[in-house]
DNA sequence: TTAGGGTTAG
């Protein structure tokens, strides 16, 4: 009796011999969406049949015994055509590879078996059975190696199986043997997108490349798809440290080329890309870069604008924003709050203040029916912008205004901006209010808080205070940074304290806070300053063994510091480091070794240096020509130096207040005040604006001649140009207008710059 | 969205 012929009537015997053990076949059947209620289909329940019955067969027969068993030959190869799927069904379910490849080895040597597709799908079976039983790379090798030698070839799933394998095993080289020794028309876009991940894992960024040509091409056949981009840009992420880096112009026309397939990047991936175009100075690529995934039919969302537009408010080019936000809107791409803050914060930093604040209306009041909440951030931005150009009390009340907004209550960076703008306005106790109003309110001050406290104070003469301050907040738990150090240290090497300075450097080492080059330049510069060159010289050391790399100011620094204390060997010492360490005087420092040389009245060196300077590509800067002229009235040589001012102007430069004092000064001490007179009337026409130092040597000069009424003048135009009297002043103009019985004209002067008494004032007075 | 510094000519 046939068992082909009888299967069938037995297939539900023999299902029920086995009720626990539901063949994956059915159970997939099982838990596919169809309605359960259809029976299963006779050719199913036929291959079922045959599959258990081979299976017993099989198990019950040894195998070197199979390829002569009459009934397992007439029950697999009914016809010419056994059917696969019954033959991929009986190799997996064998209880080993080894016995599954024994059955592959019948199923070849069976001169009935024609397909050798049926072959590759049985080998599959085998694959996934080696994997799972052992997942041993060395075992897939030896079956990859027998496949070949049996002519066997892989599929599209034993391709993956392989490649993916000895990808993970780390035997790259076998995956790209199978890669490449795979039918040509087998090597799909799938297998592609598991290669290169393969390759890209182990660092092999060119070998990945080259198979991603191929499917980049215009007209590719294996074109790539999600999976691709997934595995090349995931990749390329993960690789290994030893693959290179791809150079973001090649990423970036990789994705171009990505978009002539219609495959595009995630919105957060391509903004990650736009933001490090634009870090690295390439906006223009940016854009570009842009327009082209545009023109592609890549959805862009408003963030990658923010990103461009951000950079742009960063170098302060407010053109190309506006013209960036009119390709926004050609494209209907609307803005959002970050857009409306970018905008915001760039025009404030330009101290354009009242257009930020028409964008802030706009933004509000709704502009093509679209209204956008302000944020605290937003309200932030133009606090500070209005502080910053001394309109903190709008700063105050729009701080008044956010209140009233929901979920924009007030906070650090809110009051700080504040505190800073009352501090640089001289107001410090409305600054000390503010401090005490947050912490009653329950906004915690910071670091920054403190600092800028510290700073105001400091500025406005108030160190002590400022000192005090800074202690008591050490027992509060805001600690001190290198930032309050420095505001401190720069304060005390301002007031000549010098000790005290270095003290606070001491301590601050001490209490566990890193020096950074800042407050290294700071000291440097103080000691320079005073003079200390052997102590300035120190600290450069220790600022280098601290790691740092001077940069050409500091250098310039000491240049400056030795030439003045006619310590030249050590000034050409710092020359030669300068070069040593590869980098390049600049203009101050050609400046600095000319004013050396003219003072010395060696105006032939200091011709020769500004020589040296232009064949090094440097021009002479305006203080090049104020170093000139100022030798040369020290020796005496007015003419000498009004020569070099008119000759000022054959260049591109622009005399400024130093240059006009310079001249002044001169002008005053011998005797030529008239001319001094006409020189200030010429700054004004100019637009260059006096200041103490200009009305001090006039004074100074009017003195002498006894100019009284010239002196009323200047001491109105003083107080138009709102330029404080100093010290000088208040000396030559006591002694001179008290002599003359118009002590009351002082008076009323000093009226003039409405100085409210404050805690300045009383520093002053106790110092 | 907030804080610090140093170089040249007066």
Redesign the pocket.
Known sequence: MSLINSAPKHSKLLRLLEPKKPSSFLLLRHLCAEPSSQPPKQDDEAIEATVTQALELLQQTPHHDWASSQPLHTLLFPSSNPSPSVLFQITRRLPSHSAALNFVDYLRSNSALQDVQVLSSAFLAVLNLAKRESNSPETLSELYRVSKEWKIPLNVDAAVLLVRSFGMAEMVDESALVFNELDPSLKSTYVRNVFIAVLLKDGRVDDALKVLEEMLQPESEVPPNDGTRDAFFHGLRMKKRNGRWLSIEEIVQLVVRFGEHSVFLNSIMLNKLIVQLCRSHQIDQAWDFLRELMKLGAPIEVSCFNAIL?ELGRKRDVNRMNSLLREMKDRDIQPNIITF??LI?SLC?LRKVDAALEVFKKMSEGNDGISIEPD??T???LI?GLCKVGRQEEGLAMMKQMRSVNGCAP????Y??LI?GFCKGGEIDMARELFDQMKNEGVMP????I??LI?GMCHHGMINSAFMFFNEMQGTGLRA???????LI?AFC?VNNIDKAVELFDQMLKSGRSA????Y??L???L??AGRMNDASNFFSKLKEAGFR?????Y??LI?GFCRTNKMDKAYEILKEIEDVGMRP????Y??LI?YFSRLGNFSVALSVMKKMRQQGLVP???????LM?ACCLAGEIDEALKIFRNISKSKLFP????Y??LI?ALCKNNKVEVALSLMNDMKVKGVKP????YNAMFKGLKEKHSLEDAFKLMDGMIIDACNPDYITMEILTEWLSAVGEIDKLKTFLKGFEVSPSDAALETLQA
């Open positions: 951000s803050g970018i914060n930093k605290v951030i309200y932030n931005a500070d906070n650090t960076v809110t700080n901006c800073d910071n670091v920054i808080t600092n800028t700073d940074n290198v930032v309050t150090y420095t505001t720069t301002n950074d080059a800042i407050v330049y700071t440097i510069s103080g320079t300053q001077p940069d050409i100011a500091c310039n620094t400056g600049d203009a101050v420092t400046n600095t004013t800067t305006i203080a090049t020509y104020g170093a100022h400024n207040t130093i240059i004092n310079i000064e200041n103490t130092t200009t």
